[in-house]
């Protein structure tokens, strides 16, 4: 959900892009992270545990703590709370711990 | 290999303080900032700061942060910014690597500055790791800079200034605060922060916690028990709120890593939340060269971090020789603007924990 009207604050974001995630097609803001993208779509699961594979999602929001790890454009581990969406991305669900390529 | 004299580790409130105090001084300095801009922390503060006019008091942060990179424009030609650049070590000579847009760099500095911050702590209880549950600080990055909501009513876990001011910030994006929750008997945040949130009519909780988040791929609901005067759950007191949003707000815990690897002497001080160096007054640590600022340091507020910031670079620059005619009045006017920040009830906390991390 975007927040649409607010008191003090303005959003200005950029050009809209397209992006899929695991083969689906989605809308999002140029430059703004992946996962604010998805979030604002309704995709609250972004990683998993290595071990038991459960569901994890957004929270520390700034590149700290590994929650969100996903593959984007066949990279592995990316952190996209803070990952700038682009045109074009292929966003993946990660399970395990990614390959060295 | 590249050289500078100061390298300056984090962007945010003190990085880019000791910036302009060290390059105000005339010493060349490199930020090095992990995101893609700098300012840290301070852009997505909403809310109006306190202290005195020098640490900008009634500015809200996100001007803040404006007014630092307007500071730092004018000494351009003496410092250089490296963005989306990821401190990976420090070495024994001196040396910082650095992977910047998937390239591994060095650079060797006459001395740095360490203002890395902290992380949001955890709490430990079952299904914590549920889509829906956030730091306090994540929910403020998501809807004050990104402008999306974490969802649609909020439980928040912490009575203290962060969980107080974010449950307003909620409030004004027009996301309902069910409760606020804290394991203290009382309210760990400024009394002004308090009342305006006890007028919007949210119940703010004390010895409260979670003992169980529900769902199975998010949060649909929490279990809340009360607290006994030893902090043990009171049994038969539990009831179900439903939300799918669970916000932690319970500290933060210094970005120490590369000061560990440096080799600075650390302790542990809770006071300060967690692992912090020793350090002087001139905030060097025990290594040589290398000083602190900011949460990284102990940690406190955005206020005191710029204070810091600014005395760790006047300091780390006339160590190398940029002294000022007027270094004494600076370094004393650092050290009573701290002092009074730090003083009276609200400080008391932070100057035990200081104490026992002075060298």
């Known amino acids: 959900m975007r927040i649409k009207e607010h008191p003090i604050l303005s959003f200005s974001k950029g050009r809209k892009v397209q992006f899929t995630f695991d083969g689906k097609a989605y809308e999002g803001y140029e430059g703004e992270p992946i996962a604010a993208a998805l979030h604002a779509a309704g995709v609250m699961v972004l990683g998993h545990s290595h071990d038991k594979q459960r569901p994890r999602g957004f929270y520390c929001a700034i590149g700290n703590c590994s929650s969100c790890l996903m593959v984007v454009n066949n990279e592995p581990n990316v952190r996209t709370c803070t990952e700038p969406l682009k045109e074009g991305m292929v966003v993946e669900t990660q399970k395990g711990k990614g390959d060295l390529r | ?113 360490v203002t890395t911050g902290a992380s949001e702590k955890f709490l430990a209880f079952p299904n914590n790791d549920l889509p829906g549950i956030y730091g306090a600080g994540a929910v403020q990055t998501l809807m004050n800079v990104h402008g999306v909501a974490p969802g649609r009513s909020v439980v928040m876990v912490g009575a203290g200034n962060i969980g107080l001011i974010v449950s307003y910030q909620l409030m004004q994006a027009g996301i309902e605060v069910k409760a606020i929750l804290d394991a203290s008997p009382r ?37 809340i028990c009360q607290l006994d005067e030893k902090f043990q759950q009171i049994p038969g007191t539990e009831r179900d709120i439903e939300t799918d949003v669970l916000c932690i707000s319970v500290g933060l815990s210094p970005l120490t890593e590369l000061l560990w690897q440096a080799g600075c002497n650390m302790k542990y001080i809770p006071e300060l939340g967690g692992h912090v ?57 650092c050290i009573e603007q701290l002092n009074s920040l730090r003083s009276g009830h609200v400080g008391e906390k932070i100057r035990k924990g200081l104490e026992q991390v002075a060298m």
């Open chain 2, 187 to 223: 309210i760990g945040g400024y009394l002004v922060h308090a009342s305006k949130i006890r007028r919007m009519g949210i119940p703010i909780l004390t010895s409260h916690t979670v003992k169980y988040a529900h769902g199975t791929d998010k949060l649909q609901k929490v279990t």
């Open chain 2, 1 to 113: 290999m590249r050289t500078t004299e100061i390298a300056i580790i984090g962007g945010g409130p003190a990085g880019l303080r000791a910036a302009i105090s060290a390059a105000s001084m005339g010493a060349k300095v490199t930020i090095i900032e992990r995101n893609e801009n700098l300012g840290g922390q301070l852009v997505k503060q909403t809310h109006m700061f306190f202290g005195s006019q020098k640490q900008y008091a009634s500015t809200r942060g996100i001007d803040i942060a404006e007014i630092l990179l307007k500071d730092l424009d004018k000494y351009k030609d003496r410092i250089e910014i490296m963005t989306n650049a990821t401190v990976l070590s420090i070495f024994e000579d001196g040396v910082i690597s650095i992977e910047q847009d998937d390239k591994y760099l060095k650079i060797k500095p006459q001395s740095v500055i």
């Open chain 2, 277 to 333: 160096p020793v350090r002087d007054k001139d905030l060097q640590t025990s290594i040589k060269g290398v000083y602190v600022a900011g949460d990284v340091a102990g940690v406190e507020e955005a206020s005191s971090a710029m204070v810091e910031g600014r005395l760790a670079g006047l300091c780390a620059a006339k160590a190398l020789g940029h002294a000022t005619a007027d270094f004494e009045e600076l370094h004393n006017d």
